[in-house]
């Protein structure tokens, strides 16, 4: 790697001083001490919906050991992934959510180091069908009583959401009636986002808040700028990148980070694909529009994705505004049955997830070292911020390092 990328990324990397100390505290001098990264701090996310059968006892047989070998692939790579909390499937039959599933599949996510998010909250796609069943005012008691149901329900388990998605369509969204295009027609766009924020915020105030959309224009801009001006707590802005219809290039990619970045708040490329098979035509509007039997992946597309996954991801990580990357569906398939995944339909490995383990546990990733204690017992740890283990006289200890982290004193 060159000089000046190594130079683009040190805000991605840190440092901090360790000093180790026996029992009564005479420092630990001269002692090899050897580091190794055992987590990164950023996040990288993928999708990956079957790990709720999974987690959960359903899958049998040969599924299930292709499950077992698919997440074995997954939990090298990933360290955050997004938990499909549709209302429609979550809670297709009125007052009986899925609380119990979803919580095993997240605790066990949770127990192979995986950091997680639910999405959304609120959606006028894929919603509860029994909203129609009302008036909006009832719609919009309904829609803030499960916010606070679920946010309090996986406090401390999910503590990232996706409050409200894609709400520059939202209230002209004309493909099929919903209940929540009428309440967003009927109180506007920024009041809506204020009601689902305020009673997210209020369900769980330790929670990471984003607001999210596909839209990437000035539309969804002035939207974010109208509520902030509102006071409306968003943490971070979450942009969608389905790259069906073709890789964006660096310089579009650049153009959204600058229009975003100006708000001074961290944002997450919430929604990643591109395809190793034939593109999308440019003129379908809608993704979801572009029906097929079948889209394969062809010899030159697996190439291409991953050439441009890597350029993708290298823009996105070399600016200190991004916090987190997360590919949308890690096999084939899984949406619109796009060859999009990082994986195959029956989970073989594909171009694009050899390049992404490069960059993350390779090119990113800060190798192990032997450092020696000085007579105060110190040591220096840097590298990519994250979570590291020192083992000292066959004592490992686990330290984080991140920017500007005090030192630390380990007794061991």
């Not at 040969?62 to 990933?78: I, P, V």
């Not at 069943?133 to 009583?145: G, P, V």
């Not at 105060?376 to 083992?391: H, K, L, P, R």
């Amino acid at each position: 790697m060159s000089s000046e990328m190594k130079d683009q990324l040190r805000h991605r990397k840190g440092s901090r001083k360790v000093t180790f100390l026996t029992k009564d505290g005479t420092p630990v001098k001269n002692q090899t001490v050897t580091v190794r990264q055992v987590s990164h701090g950023f996040l990288f996310g993928c999708t990956e919906f079957s790990a709720l059968p999974y987690a959960n006892g359903k899958l049998r047989g040969k599924e299930k050991e292709e499950a077992e070998e698919r997440f074995k692939l997954f939990f090298d790579l990933f360290n955050y992934t997004t938990l499909p909390f549709y209302w429609g499937m979550f809670e297709h039959v009125k007052g009986n959510p899925n609380t119990s599933m979803m919580k095993k599949a997240s605790l066990w996510l949770i127990e192979n180091g995986v950091k997680l998010k639910g999405h959304p909250l609120c959606w006028h796609t894929a919603t509860a069908p029994w909203l129609l069943e009302m008036n909006n005012r009832d719609i919009l008691a309904a829609q803030l009583n499960r916010i606070r149901r679920d946010v309090t329900d996986f406090a401390g388990i999910v503590d990232i959401w996706d409050v409200i998605n894609e709400v520059v369509i939202m209230p002209i969204f004309d493909k099929y009636d919903n209940g929540i295009t009428r309440i967003c027609k009927e109180l506007g766009r920024i009041r809506t986002v204020r009601e689902m924020f305020a009673a997210t915020k209020k369900a769980n105030p330790d929670a990471v808040l984003l607001i999210n959309d596909f839209e990437t224009s000035e539309s969804y801009e002035i939207l974010i700028e109208g509520c902030l001006e509102a006071g409306i707590p968003i943490d971070a802005i979450g942009i969608q990148s389905h790259m069906h219809q073709g890789y964006w290039g660096v310089e579009k990619t650049h153009r959204v980070l600058e229009r975003y970045s100006r708000f001074g708040l961290p944002l997450h490329f919430t929604e990643n694909t591109l395809v190793s098979g034939k593109l999308m035509p440019p003129e379908i509007v809608d993704l979801n529009d572009y029906v097929v039997d079948e889209w394969p992946s062809t010899p030159d597309g697996l190439v291409r994705q991953a050439e441009e996954l890597e350029t993708h991801y290298r823009t996105l990580f070399a600016d200190p505004n991004v916090e987190s990357i997360t590919w949308w569906g890690f096999t084939d398939g899984g949406w619109l049955k796009a060859p999009s995944g990082l994986l195959t339909a029956d989970s073989k490995i594909k171009p694009a997830y050899e390049a992404l383990r490069r960059l993350i546990k390779d090119e990113w990733w800060t190798k192990p070292a032997e450092l020696v204690t000085d007579d105060t017992g110190t040591i220096t740890v840097t590298g990519f911020i994250g979570d590291y283990e020192a083992d000292v006289k066959g004592e490992k200890v686990k330290i984080h390092v991140g920017r500007g982290e005090m030192p630390c004193e380990v007794v061991i």
